[in-house]
C-alpha cells in the first residue's frame, strides 16, 4: 500500500518568513496530493490540493509543488502570520481508490 | 447543513469495558471513515466504508467492528476497550470526484481507556 512520509515533524518560523514542509510517497499510482491544517483542538480541514497532471498550484499565501518523477510534494507558506500555526498534515491518493494516505505531520509554529 | 456530527464529545472508559462512537453526515456522501489519531502518529485508518451495505479494513482495524448503519450514520463499536485505544477519533466522509478527493471530518471523540 501507500506510504507517505513527512517532514518536518516541527517547524517554527519568525512571522512574516516562508515556511515549507515535505512529503514524499511511495505508490507510483497515486495521483491526488491534499494537505490539511489542522488547529489545536480543531478538526482537519482542506487547505489546498494537487493532481499529478499540474506540478504547481497556488492559492494566494499557499502554494503546492508536486515531482512525480521523485514522488515528492510540498508545502509553501509564504509571509507568515500567527493564524498559520497549527498541524499540516499531507496526503496521497492511487488512482480509483476513494482512501486518503495521510502523513505524520508537522507542527508549524509562528512567532510574532 | 451540519456537515459531519459525531457523539459523544468526551467519553472515559474503564478496560473491558464497550461503547459504540456515533457518527452521521447530511452531505450525501457515499464514503464513510473512522480514523484514529495519536501524538506523532498523524491520521490512521480503522475502517472505511465506500457506499451503504459496505465496509472494509483500514490500516489499524485490531480491537474495532463498525457498521454502516445507512447512508447518512456510519458507527464505530469497541467491544472491550484497551488503554492502547485511548485516542481522538475523527469520522469524515468522502466528496469525490475526477479531481478531487475531500474529506469532510466530524469534530472528534476523545476517548480514555483506563
Known amino acids: 500500500g501507500e506510504n507517505v512520509e513527512q517532514h518536518p515533524s516541527t517547524l517554527s518560523v519568525q512571522e512574516g518568513d516562508s515556511a515549507v514542509i515535505k512529503c514524499t510517497y511511495s505508490d507510483s499510482a497515486s495521483n491526488y496530493f491534499p494537505w490539511y491544517k489542522q488547529e489545536l483542538g480543531k478538526r482537519p480541514q482542506l487547505i489546498i490540493d494537487?493532481?499529478?497532471?499540474?506540478g504547481e498550484k497556488k492559492d494566494q499565501r499557499i502554494a503546492v509543488t508536486l515531482n512525480k518523477t521523485a514522488k515528492h510534494f510540498s508545502l509553501h507558506i509564504t509571509e507568515t502570520q500567527p493564524e498559520d500555526s497549527a498541524v499540516y498534515f499531507c496526503?496521497?491518493?492511487?488512482?480509483?481508490?476513494?482512501?486518503?494516505?495521510f502523513g505524520t505531520g508537522t507542527r508549524l509554529t509562528v512567532i510574532p | 447543513n451540519a456537515g459531519v456530527t459525531q457523539t459523544p464529545k468526551f467519553q472515559v472508559l474503564k478496560t473491558g469495558q464497550s461503547m459504540t462512537l456515533q457518527c452521521a453526515q447530511d452531505?450525501?456522501?457515499?464514503?464513510m471513515y473512522w480514523y484514529r489519531q495519536d501524538p506523532g502518529m498523524g491520521l490512521r485508518l480503522i475502517y472505511y466504508?465506500?457506499?451503504?451495505?459496505?465496509?472494509d479494513k483500514g490500516e489499524v482495524p485490531n480491537g474495532y467492528n463498525v457498521s454502516r448503519l445507512n447512508k447518512r450514520e456510519f458507527s464505530l463499536r469497541l467491544e472491550s476497550a484497551a488503554p492502547s485505544q485511548t485516542s481522538v477519533y475523527f469520522c469524515a466522509s468522502n466528496r469525490q470526484g475526477w479531481s478531487y478527493n475531500e474529506q469532510f471530518f466530524g469534530p472528534g471523540t476523545r476517548l480514555t481507556v483506563l
Open positions: 466504508s465506500a457506499s451503504e451495505g459496505t465496509t
Open positions: 452531505m450525501n456522501h457515499n464514503s
Open positions: 496526503a496521497a491518493s492511487p488512482d480509483g481508490a476513494n482512501n486518503l494516505f
Open positions: 494537487i493532481r499529478s497532471n499540474v
